[in-house]
């Protein structure tokens, strides 16, 4: 296939090119490269024929509509966002733009492109966008969320992407898209810029700097691994129903407190220091303005419909994860030396 990635130099959208074009598809990445993108993420790929790599924004119609047109896509698998909730707190004119002006751009290229296919292409043809559970607000103790829970959004980043989602559907229903589209819960793995919770502990304990867990470390997240996430989106994409949206999940709900824990047991393991347990650098913090409590998928309409396992649970994705950083020291070793040395994030200031 001939595929149309954006975002595809990020944390998930890198993952799934070199999964997509290790199995044979041509693909080619469009990307911005902002901050949390780095051109050493898709170094692996670069040695290959069926891979290539536009910078460029979603919000520019005439380079997004010349690359499609130039691309030929079968499919295009929509990641491009901003993604931070805390610097959506800080900056949320960004996320607008980005995240429902971007999308906006996307379907509508994609559409003028779709509509100038040939009838058997244009059957096959479809358009994958990637969200995110954070949409659906915050849970109580106890439920899942579902393709069918309502909308709730409570930050400037969830409220950008509630809109993107409602954005292609109704594309599906106005102009007939043949879309999809995914909400996957927290992502873990290789490649995950620092600002997010993992890395950011990982990085600051090698550092022997302190560990801040916003307020008292309660908020329960449900965790996925990069890479079952990446294999889910292909199936999605080549499996699902034109008009249906797909959860992800990783049935893996830990407290944040309980992530910390894990990360520094492994470190503790795998890189101990001299100083004794990573676990007494653990140090709590204001919490984050407008923190959802709990966040959990109910992946059983992915697993039933189209066969899909997460093949990662929380220890063996964690343990993976641990290693990759200590690996590659190289890699966030660079973005540490830019703009973002583990820095706090999203406070807010008097001019928001």
């Known amino acids: 296939m001939r595929i149309l990635v954006t975002g595809g130099s990020g944390f998930i959208g890198s993952e799934l090119c070199r999964q997509l074009v290790g199995n044979g598809n041509s693909v080619v990445n469009y990307d911005a490269l902002t901050y949390a993108s780095s051109p050493d993420t898709d170094a692996p790929l670069r040695r290959y024929d069926n891979y290539s790599f536009v910078r460029g924004d979603i919000c520019d119609i005439r380079l997004v509509s010349k690359t499609i047109n130039d691309c030929q896509p ?5 990641l491009a966002a901003e993604s931070h909730v805390d610097r959506s707190i800080s900056g949320p004119q960004t996320f607008v733009q980005t995240n429902v002006m971007g999308t906006t751009v996307m379907l509508q290229a994609a559409t003028n492109y779709w509509r100038n296919l040939s009838s058997s292409k244009a059957s096959s043809f479809r358009f994958l966008h990637i969200s995110t559970d954070e949409v659906f607000g915050s849970l109580g103790a106890e439920g899942l969320f579902t393709e069918t829970t309502p909308y709730s959004p409570r930050s400037p980043y969830s409220a950008s992407k509630a809109a993107s989602d409602h954005l292609v559907n109704a594309w599906h229903h ?3 898209l043949p ?13 995950q810029f620092p600002e997010k919770l993992i890395p950011l502990m990982i990085l600051k304990a090698l550092a ?3 560990l801040p867990v916003y307020g008292d470390g309660s908020n329960v997240r449900d965790w996925l691994y990069v890479g079952d996430h990446a294999r889910a989106l292909t199936l999605i994409a080549n499996q699902g129903n034109v008009g249906e949206t797909y959860n992800v999940g990783g049935r893996n709900e830990r407290t944040n407190m309980q992530v910390v824990h894990t990360l520094c047991d492994l470190l503790d393991s795998m890189a ?17 303005p407008g923190h959802d409590q709990r966040y959990a998928i109910d992946a059983t309409k992915l697993e039933t419909e189209l066969n899909w396992r997460a093949e990662e649970n929380f220890e063996t994705g964690m343990k993976k994860t641990v290693q990759w950083y200590l690996d590659n020291q190289s890699w966030w070793g660079a973005i540490q030396s830019g703009n973002y040395q583990g820095q706090r994030l999203g406070l807010i200031s008097d001019k928001h």
């Open 74 to 78: 079968d499919l295009v698998m929509h």
């Open 179 to 191: 879309t999809l589209i995914s909400n996957c819960s927290n992502n873990y793995g290789p490649y």
């Open 208 to 210: 022997w700097e302190a």
């Open 272 to 288: 101990p220091h001299s100083n004794g347990s990573y676990r007494q650098l653990i140090t709590f913090v204001a919490d984050r």
């Open 174 to 176: 106005t102009y007939g």
